[in-house]
């Protein structure tokens, strides 16, 4: 059994295919691969500050106390000092 390619009946090569259809497609891709690329930015961000803080805690340049006051404080400075006005 042979199989018998007719090239001239592909739309591809002829040249019919939809053009809003191939840019549509490129506009997903195009969206698609910006929106993987921005959310794998943010998560090696958020994993690379975890790491830091962690290193910075094993070579004793930070203290867990000076985290927890630091931290805290950015927290709640906005609610103490709202209360004054």
């Known amino acids: 059994m042979t199989l018998i390619l007719d090239i001239h009946s ?5 040249g019919d295919i939809n053009n809003s259809m191939t840019t549509e497609l490129v506009l997903i891709h195009i969206g698609y691969v910006i929106a993987l690329v921005y959310f794998v930015y943010r ?8 790491e830091i803080i962690a290193d910075f805690l094993d070579r004793g340049l930070v ?18 000092f709202k209360d004054q006005d």
């Open 10 to 14: 592909n739309r591809h090569l002829r």
């Open 43 to 50: 998560s090696g961000a958020k994993q690379g500050r975890k």
């Open 63 to 80: 203290k867990e106390d000076d985290l927890h006051r630091e931290y805290l404080w950015d927290r709640v400075k906005d609610d103490v």
